[in-house]
């Protein structure tokens, strides 16, 4: 359809193409949900170094995006989904004569749009999920090649031409641990360009009470995409193995029906703060930046942590962990199921609660994990005394 569409008005846009005013700007086009978001922001300086760039993004990231400092204006691609508005927004592209797009998250509507702005360059990825309709539309687009087996955060670097020369070496140990590992690793990659998910982070002028004394755990119970929502009895494994920690207070974040997902699990025994339906979006990186660990399956907040610097545990249930994951000291803990969820191939509907099963391992992994983070929190409090 899309493919019918801009041949359709190819012969218009490139006869108009002729008086429009030049530019320099750049135009991203990333439309998936928070977690993609968060992880794509490690391109955002590269985009913005020599002026801030626009984006089309799902309207959840505008809490992110109306804080940054990086991004100048946004197109809202909800606004944009039916009827005769998918050529609005493509007008709306093609007046801007963006000098370079780049298409972060490559669906055939997204496409569709970078193709109609008849920019000088045009960036995608090409990778597993690839359709007829894709093949035709990316023609004449610079494709960097991804599989399940390239973690998402390198690709998007090489769509900026990122050197990344000198940390060859650490990126291939690093893939070959996530790929190889059993049960669980720790994955630390050292990476020339950061992630940021606002610049700067918005410091909430009502500051919430956090005990700034205590080894504060954030925690999600589920997820947007319930498939990755960890399994109450796995929760409950969780909250029995922190409860051996006398020095940790739990802050539980999320949104919606999670309250009663908690009501649920047994958690008795334990200094357990909710914080559900209280924390606005777009304070979420700074409270999340206030932790000291950080508890969940593959989900947003578990990437905000990531960006925050702060150390996670991550089950990774169905999902590739080699494409995408925490970089920044993650326990990542996987299944010996084989994954089935990628970042471009997204399943939604499945029951995957046995990928969440805990063995012995993954609970003593856990178990050092937080044993090291809280000894090195309790060192610079003790150098102050």
Same mark, same amino acid.
């Given at each position: 359809?899309?493919?019918?569409?801009?041949y359709l008005l190819y012969l218009v846009l490139a006869i108009l193409s002729i008086f429009r005013k030049k530019s320099h700007k750049i135009l991203l086009i990333q439309t998936a949900k928070i977690g993609d978001y968060a992880n794509s922001s490690v391109v955002f300086d590269l985009a913005s170094k020599n002026a801030p760039f626009d984006i089309v993004l799902d309207k959840i990231n505008l809490a992110f995006s109306a804080n940054d400092e990086r991004i100048e204006r946004v197109f809202l691609i909800n606004d944009y989904k039916k009827g005769l508005k998918k050529f609005l927004l493509a007008f709306k592209i093609y007046k801007n004569n963006y000098q370079k797009i780049y298409v972060l998250m490559p669906n055939n509507y997204n496409l569709f749009l970078a193709k109609c702005a008849f920019?000088?360059?045009?960036?995608?990825?090409?990778?597993?999920?690839?359709?007829s309709a894709f093949v035709l539309l990316s023609r004449g687009i610079k494709l960097i090649n991804h599989t399940k087996n390239d973690l998402s955060l390198l690709?998007?670097?090489?769509?900026?031409? !990122? /050197?990344?020369?000198?940390?060859k070496q650490c990126i291939n140990q690093?893939?070959?641990?996530?790929?190889?590992s059993k049960d669980f690793f720790i994955s630390s990659v050292n990476l020339p360009y950061k992630k940021c998910l606002q610049k700067p982070v918005l410091i909430p002028q009502n500051l919430l009470n956090l005990d700034e004394k205590?080894?504060?755990?954030?925690?999600?119970?589920?997820?947007?995409?319930?498939?990755?929502?960890i399994s109450k009895q796995s929760w409950e494994q969780i909250f029995k193995i922190l409860k051996e920690f006398n020095e940790v207070?739990?802050?539980?974040?999320?949104?919606? /029906? *999670?309250?009663? %997902?908690?009501?649920?699990?047994?958690?008795?025994?334990? *200094?357990?703060? #909710?914080l559900i339906n209280k924390i606005?979006?777009? *304070?979420?990186?700074? %409270?999340?930046?206030?932790?000291? !660990?950080?508890?969940?399956? /593959?989900?947003?907040?578990?990437?905000?942590?990531?960006?925050?610097?702060?150390?996670?545990? #991550?089950?990774?249930?169905?999902?590739? #962990?080699? *494409?995408?994951?925490?970089?920044?000291?993650?326990?990542?803990?996987?299944? /010996?199921?084989?994954?089935?969820?990628?970042v471009f191939d997204t399943i939604y509907e499945r029951d995957a609660s046995e990928y969440f099963t805990l063995n012995n391992a993954q609970i003593k992994a856990i178990k050092d994990f937080l044993s090291l983070l809280i000894i090195n929190f309790k060192i610079p409090q003790s150098s102050q005394h």
């Open positions: 359809m899309y493919v019918f569409y801009y920019a000088s360059e045009v960036f995608s990825i090409s990778h597993y999920k690839n359709s690709t998007y670097l090489k769509m900026f031409n !990122a /050197d990344l020369t000198n940390f690093a893939q070959n641990l996530a790929k190889n205590a080894f504060k755990i954030g925690i999600s119970l589920s997820a947007g995409n319930k498939i990755k929502t207070k739990i802050y539980i974040f999320g949104v919606g /029906d *999670e309250l009663k %997902y908690l009501q649920n699990i047994n958690t008795s025994g334990l *200094e357990l703060v #909710c606005p979006l777009n *304070e979420l990186a700074f %409270y999340i930046g206030k932790m000291q !660990a950080y508890i969940s399956s /593959d989900t947003g907040n578990y990437y905000i942590a990531d960006t925050m610097n702060v150390p996670s545990i #991550c089950f990774m249930g169905p999902c590739f #962990c080699a *494409e995408q994951r925490g970089v920044n000291n993650s326990l990542v803990l996987k299944s /010996d199921l084989a994954p089935f969820t990628a």
